[in-house]
Each structure stands twice: as structure tokens, then as C-alpha cells.
């Protein structure tokens, strides 16, 4: 048995039986859950609506995206090989500490408060770390870094905006992969999904020098693929390549 993207191929153990390789498709909950993760997860930070993720919704979109794109990869195997890529890790968020506040966290929190980190002190500072379940830090002594574990349930792009309005913190981002990848974005518009499809090869470490497009939709559990040059000029396609910058 070979795995083929999320595609199961059975070949026969004699190859002499025969020259067809048969095909079990996924039904339309044999899509990865991770995905489904990652991209209900992508939708709501673009939605916004404030540090933490709205439970119900992103099990609610969790649930539509991983069917949706079962059916889709049912349809169309070959867009098994294309995966919703992890934008951000989970719970990170890296600062960048100036002035007073970096020389109370790096006094504070060294490798024996990394897994329980204490208060420094600063009230709004420590605020803002208790409401995001603070679990863990690390700190770069020479650059004055720390590096942050909240809870995963936040919303890793607000929180940085939280800590940077902060005084003493010069800098704040979540912690987001390297290089390139194949990935898939989608948006939902009227009860119909609009996903694009991404594939990207060719020095992906660097940021992938080839790429190409495909779009669908689903609706009502149909799929429909659209051709290129029109999903260029519909929205929510053309919204999702601009927000993303694919071209």
C-alpha cells in the first residue's frame, strides 16, 4: 500500500495480476484534520475580532473546510498533493524588549523561570501575559528577545499588535515559517466556498520560484472548477490573491 498525498493507492503484491493501480478516494471526511485546523484558523485571524480565537467558529469552519476540501480532492486527486500550509506556530510570539522593561525580564526570567514565569513588575506588561495564559519564555540576554508561549487559542497576530502598543517593547510578531510551500486559502461567500490552490515548487526554501494556480467552489456539495482567467476577475478570488500576493 502507497501513500499518495491523502490519496490511498492499493497495488497488487503480484504486479503480474495486473497493470492498474485502483484508487480509494477519501470520503468526505478523509481530508487531515490538521489542514482543516490551519486554514479555519487562517480565516478567523483575517476576520479578527479580538486575542482569542472564537471556539464554536473555528469548529465550525474546522468542520466545513475539512469537508469541503475532501470533496474537491475526491474530485480532483491531483490537489491532494497541494496542502494548506501552517502559517504561524501555535502560541508564539517573539518581542523584541527595550529600556526598563528589557532589563527586568532579562533579570527575571532566565532557564529556571522558563516553564513558569514570574511577574516582572510591570502591571500592564503582566497583564497582558495572565490573559493570554502565559506558559513558558525564553529570553536572548545580548538583543534583549523574548520568546513567548500563551495559550493556543489566541490569536498570535493581535496579541503581537497587544504587546507592541506596550512602552518598552520595540517590536513584536508572531513566529511564522520560513521559505515557501504549496498551500490553499479559501474564503466563503453566500454559502459558497471559493478555494485556491496553490502549487509551488523550485528553491521552496528560498520562497519557490515556480507556482501555479487552480481555483474552485463549493456549494450544496458540488464542486465546480473555474478557469483561470475568470477566477482572476471574481471575488472572493481576486481578494484572496491580492491579500496573499499570488500571482
Not at 121 to 136: E, T, V
Not at 163 to 186: K, L, N
Request: aromatic share 10%.
Amino acid at each position: 500500500m502507497v501513500l499518495i498525498g491523502s490519496v490511498t493507492a492499493v497495488i497488487p503484491a503480484d504486479p503480474a495480476e495486473s497493470d492498474d493501480t485502483t484508487y480509494l478516494h477519501p470520503t468526505p471526511w478523509g481530508a487531515a484534520d490538521a489542514e482543516a485546523q490551519f486554514l479555519a484558523d487562517r480565516i478567523l485571524r483575517r476576520g479578527g475580532g479580538g486575542l482569542f480565537l472564537d471556539d464554536e467558529r473555528q469548529y465550525a469552519l474546522r468542520h466545513e473546510v475539512k469537508q469541503a476540501l475532501s470533496l474537491i480532492r475526491r474530485a480532483y486527486p491531483a490537489m491532494a498533493d497541494v496542502r494548506v500550509r501552517e502559517e504561524y506556530r501555535p502560541g508564539r510570539i517573539i518581542l523584541g524588549l527595550e529600556g526598563e522593561l528589557r532589563d527586568t525580564v532579562i533579570g527575571i526570567w532566565n532557564d529556571e523561570t522558563a516553564l513558569a514565569p514570574p511577574p516582572t513588575g510591570h502591571a500592564i506588561f503582566d497583564a497582558l501575559n495572565a490573559k493570554l495564559g502565559l506558559k513558558a519564555a525564553e529570553t536572548l540576554r545580548f538583543g534583549g528577545y523574548a520568546f513567548l508561549d500563551v495559550d493556543e487559542r489566541v490569536d498570535v497576530v493581535e496579541a503581537a499588535f497587544a504587546y507592541f502598543t506596550i512602552d518598552g517593547v520595540d517590536y513584536a510578531r508572531p513566529e511564522w515559517m520560513v521559505g515557501g510551500s504549496p498551500d490553499v486559502d479559501a474564503a466563503k461567500v453566500q454559502g459558497t466556498w471559493h478555494f485556491v490552490f496553490r502549487n509551488a515548487w523550485g528553491d521552496c526554501p528560498a520562497g519557490c520560484i515556480h507556482s501555479e494556480l487552480s481555483f474552485f467552489t463549493v456549494a450544496d456539495g458540488e464542486v465546480m472548477r473555474i478557469e483561470r482567467a475568470r477566477a482572476r476577475t471574481m471575488d472572493p478570488f481576486a481578494t484572496l490573491l491580492a491579500d496573499r500576493g499570488w500571482r
